[in-house]
């Protein structure tokens, strides 16, 4: 106990953490978790206490903890070669073969992978091939990108900026110039009435083409989208959604960016987002779930066609100026490569289209006919439930009763972990791909216990 409070009261002085209120927290107001041990899908704190994780951490622990395999992997290649960099041609086994397999895998026609450390880090990275891509083919005024309302695509400047979360930008001087913005495609709160998925895709990609028209098509570089929405609230795509943005986007000559940093690797119960929903993106993020975060590791995928200019430019243009000490780290791609064995080996895709299915049935058996259940929603192992006071208007809550807060506290005082979205009142689920089904039933348990307690 005594070592508990020293290390909160520690904590308390020292550490600036994130998405925190910082003067509830130095004021005692909010207490410290301090986090100590994970194993399957369940997290340990100091005290003892066990917690079921149903966000794999921040969607990302996807082979669940405590896997031995990957933890030896990452010793071994501690021994072996600690570090050692990328730059000038400067390389390991394990990436190459990372790299190799990544290009194979991927979706679109891939070519190169330049490797960072988080997905914010990789979405910045392919700002700048964007950029450069266009610079190198004489386009020069061909830069903005459009990203989509309730995006989340990181934190850093200019990922911090193509997030559609206004709530990243305020008093951060966000977003910079050279941004826009294009709708969400959720639904259930913008269709029109009567409005079916088709038709409300169909104008999505209309609102995008105009967009594109209004701003000159000669200044429009790419389109950075998630696959299935993240952070903005769970949302999976309408049907006929990405056919129809894909052909815009190839009218005008505008890349895709595919954000895979959550439904990379099976989240979405296929190997990418992109194969789920046919995208054929230009470029393509990775993170979290690369590594299932037993290391910090994110690589963004460049297509053929984007690399092709950029290497053909190299007599004009010199080398590829752009990496961090930390590109390709030895020990980041021998997790990743250890983690995608799993990921394989053990069809963790496939696994999570089965008991993802399971999830969305057991959460629509809970809540469906809950009377403050505005929608249940969800694709693969990542779920929410939607809660408005009255399911005719679908008028939110107001903020101030902070309902998804306390519904996620309430299942946290009951030994669960599910992510009050920081957008609107959602209940977000993400647990570990490898959570079986008789965890997902107490999963659910749990949750329309701390339902019905807040409600
Ligand atoms: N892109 C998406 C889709 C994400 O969900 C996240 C993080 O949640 C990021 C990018 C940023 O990744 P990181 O937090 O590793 O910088």
């Not at 005692?28 to 005290?47: H, L, N, Y």
């Not at 990372?98 to 997905?119: C, E, T």
């Not at 459009?146 to 990922?159: K, Q």
């Not at 993802?356 to 809950?370: D, I």
Request: glycine share 10%; proline share 5%.
């Amino acid at each position: 106990m005594k070592r508990v409070v020293e290390i909160g009261e520690m904590d308390r002085r020292s550490v600036l953490h994130p998405f925190t209120y910082l003067k509830d927290y130095a004021e005692g107001a909010s207490a410290p978790t301090i986090v100590e041990t994970g194993k399957g899908v369940r997290i340990k704190d100091a005290s003892g206490r066990e917690y079921i994780d149903g966000f794999a951490g921040l969607y990302c622990v996807n082979v669940g903890y405590g896997r031995t395999e990957v933890a030896e992997a990452i010793a071994r290649q501690a021994y072996k070669l600690a570090y050692y960099h990328s730059y000038a041609a400067h390389t390991t086994e394990e990436l190459a073969r990372l790299s190799d397999r990544l290009v194979k895998m991927a979706p679109g026609r891939m070519s190169k992978v330049f490797f960072g450390l988080s997905g914010s880090d990789a979405n910045e990275t392919q700002a700048k091939i964007v950029w450069y891509y266009n610079n190198l083919r004489g386009k020069p005024a061909k830069k903005k990108i459009i990203a989509r309302e309730r995006g989340y695509h990181g934190c850093s400047v200019v990922s911090g900026s193509m997030t559609g979360l206004s709530f990243y930008h305020d008093h951060m001087d966000l977003p910079v110039a050279g941004i826009l913005r294009t709708g969400v495609p959720h639904h259930y709160r913008g269709a029109l009435p009567g409005e079916t998925e088709e038709a409300f895709s169909e104008r999505r990609a209309n609102e995008l083409e105009a967009l594109i028209l209004a701003e000159g098509p000669e200044t429009v570089a790419a389109l950075i989208a998630e696959p299935v929405l993240g952070t903005g609230g769970i949302i999976p795509p309408p049907s006929g959604y990405w056919p129809r943005i894909q052909a815009v986007l190839k009218k005008y000559d505008v890349l895709l960016i595919a954000d895979e940093v959550i439904c990379g690797f099976g989240r979405t119960g296929a190997m990418f987002g992109s194969d789920l929903y046919g995208m054929v993106p230009d470029l393509v993020t990775v993170a979290k779930g690369l590594t299932s975060a037993y290391v910090p590791l994110s690589a963004s995928i460049v297509s053929e066609q984007v690399y092709e200019v950029m290497q053909e430019a190299t007599p004009q243009v010199g080398a590829f100026s752009h990496g961090y000490t930390y590109s390709g780290h030895p020990i980041g791609v021998a997790a990743a490569n250890a983690v995608l064995d799993i990921v394989e080996r053990d069809d963790l895709p496939g696994q999570a289209a089965k008991k993802g299915a399971y999830l969305l049935g057991r959460l629509n058996a809970e809540f469906e006919q809950n009377p403050i259940v505005g929608e249940v929603r969800g694709v693969g192992m990542m779920a929410a439930v939607e809660f408005v006071p009255d399911r005719g208007s679908k008028v939110p809550f107001s903020p101030a009763l902070k309902v998804g807060a306390r519904i996620s506290q309430a299942a946290r005082n009951r030994n669960l972990i599910a992510r009050a979205m920081p957008h609107g009142d959602i209940l977000g689920f993400a647990p570990p791909l490898t959570m079986s089904e008789a965890e997902i039933d107490e999963m659910v348990f749990i949750a329309k216990a701390a339902v019905d307690e807040v409600l």
